[in-house]
């Protein structure tokens, strides 16, 4: 049962614990059914997805656009990135990729002492997901997105708990999503919506949800994770919650490029209006910076609207804390004239200031904001990047002259914080592909061994099972003899 809009307005009507109940039982209902589906109709349930949400693009893309603000080209692209996702995950399970089997045959003479027995080891459902869906990507991160594209691709049904940034856009997906499952031949429940804060928390706390999955603020992130982590049951809980995604530049390629890197670096942070997971929020720069010179002189993007007023109102916030500390200066701003558009933010410090009060200037502030740091020596760079909290991204803007063990340093403590690593490239942008890791370690993420974006996220929702001395016909198909598994693998 999904969200319905009010008769008189454009909100969505929280879900009633009834609602609720019968999201989550029919979630449940399908489960079994949904696990046993060959991976090969999975794929092509997905793909009856993303079909049906492209033949619908424009009026779609209409709705997001009058919703979240976002222009209409950064929202087709949001779409064609949805769509290949459903079928790009759906061909990775179709493919049978996602379920790693790995056969040990029985061996007599194994040497640890004692006979090792036949072990057949693969990968199984998780059972219901449930997902809140984020704010700020109305398409790749919401109802149809990347948490709701793995998880039906690792045969677990999905309840979405929806964003009220996007609410009659995410009521005509869910439908759209709903008929096309039906007709592609999914079990009835196996995706559903539900609306409200409360709404959230009940299915959150319910013993038939085996997982959740999460992507916004800090603060809420973490009130979710304790409730999952806190249940007679507890449940993984796969957040992403904050990044400020540094930029580390190097004097060599300061001196080179400045003026490039700080034209690139406004595109970046003001980039859909700083409203990326991955918006570079710190730039860090030599002492005598010829990329700060370029930026006091940088023309700043226009205001434009952000995605929610509660969303404005929290940047107005965080960028509050950041300037009332002594030690920081607003290089640039451009002031907005009501309660969504914001103030694009160019603010410069000292490593030695953002060394002494880390838990404020290294926290995200999501929207156009950005903090320029300025540092003495490489021993300061260094320590700077000690100091970070875990991190979606971290970037160096460098030269081939800093190849060396200075920078094998700085960059060894970097994959020590962030999630991925950026060499001369920008963080804003998520390929979808094998290779992608979207996470980190907290307050990246919740779950710091797990990416949410790219095929290695359908890994969230499954879970390793070993079979000992089965009898074939009893074995899943992938254990099977002949199925593919290597019979000399030992791991």
């Known amino acids: 049962m999904n969200p319905v809009l009010t008769p008189t307005s454009t909100d969505i009507t929280d879900s009633t614990p009834d609602q609720v109940e019968a999201a989550v039982a029919a979630a449940h209902g399908a489960a079994t059914a949904w696990a046993a589906t ?15 949400l492209d033949a619908h693009g424009e009026e779609l893309i209409d709705l997001a656009a009058e919703e979240s603000h976002l222009p209409l080209g950064r929202l087709r692209g949001e779409l064609v990135r949805t769509t290949f996702q459903l079928r790009y995950l759906g061909e990775y399970v179709a493919a049978g990729r996602h379920l790693d089997p790995i056969v040990d045959h029985a061996d007599p003479d194994w040497p640890m002492g004692a006979p090792r ?27 149809p997105g990347g948490d709701t594209a793995s998880a039906l691709a690792a045969g677990c049904p999905v309840v979405v708990k929806i964003h009220p940034g996007h609410p009659r856009l995410s009521v005509r997906i869910g439908d759209l999503m709903t008929s096309a499952l039906h007709d592609a031949g999914a079990p009835d429940g196996v995706f559903g919506t539900i609306a409200g804060v409360d709404a959230g928390i009940t299915a959150l706390t319910d013993p038939r949800v085996r997982a959740a999955t999460f992507t916004g603020s800090t603060r809420g992130g973490r009130a979710l994770f304790d409730i999952a ?7 993984p809980f796969f957040g992403e919650l904050g990044s400020v995604n540094p930029v580390f530049v190097t004097a060599a390629a300061d001196r080179a490029r400045g003026a490039e890197i700080a034209e690139q670096y406004v595109a970046s ?16 720069v030599p002492d005598g910076s010829a990329t ?16 929610t007023a509660s969303m404005r109102a929290g940047f107005d916030r965080a960028v509050g804390e950041v300037t009332a500390l002594d030690g920081v200066s607003t290089l640039a701003t451009v002031d907005g004239d ?21 838990e404020t200037l290294l926290q995200e502030c999501f929207g156009p904001s950005s903090v320029i740091v300025t540092y003495a020596d490489t021993a300061e760079l260094t320590a700077l990047a000690d100091a970070l909290p875990g991190q979606l991204t971290a970037t160096v803007q460098g030269e081939d002259s800093d190849v060396g063990d200075d920078m094998q340093s700085l960059t060894g403590v970097l994959a020590r914080t962030a999630g991925r690593l950026l060499w001369n490239q920008w963080p804003t942008g998520v390929s979808v592909t094998d290779a992608q890791h979207h ?24 879970r390793p099972i070993t079979y000992q001395n089965f009898p074939a016909g009893l074995l899943p198909q992938e254990l099977r003899p002949g199925a593919g598994a290597d019979p000399e693998s030992f791991r």
Do not use: W
């Open 338 to 358: 009501d309660d969504l558009t914001a103030a694009v933010q160019l603010h410069r410090t000292t490593a030695a200031r953002v060394l002494d009060d880390p």
């Open 117 to 143: 027995p036949d072990l057949r080891r693969t990968h199984l459902p998780l059972g219901v997901v449930l997902n809140f869906a984020a704010g700020n990507f109305p398409f790749a991160f919401s109802v």
């Open 38 to 52: 060959p991976a090969a109709d999975r794929a092509r349930a997905l793909t009856q997805v993303a079909d049906v």
């Open 439 to 462: 996470g980190g370690p907290y307050p990246a993420s919740t779950a710091i061994h797990t990416t949410s974006v790219g095929s290695k996220a359908i890994a969230r929702f499954l």
């Open 292 to 307: 700060l010179a370029a930026l006091e002189q940088a023309t700043l993007p226009d205001p434009a609207p952000m995605l």
């Open 229 to 235: 982590s806190s249940r007679p049951d507890p449940i």
């Open 269 to 284: 942070f003001t980039l859909g209006m700083g409203q990326f997971c991955t918006s570079p929020g710190l730039l860090i």
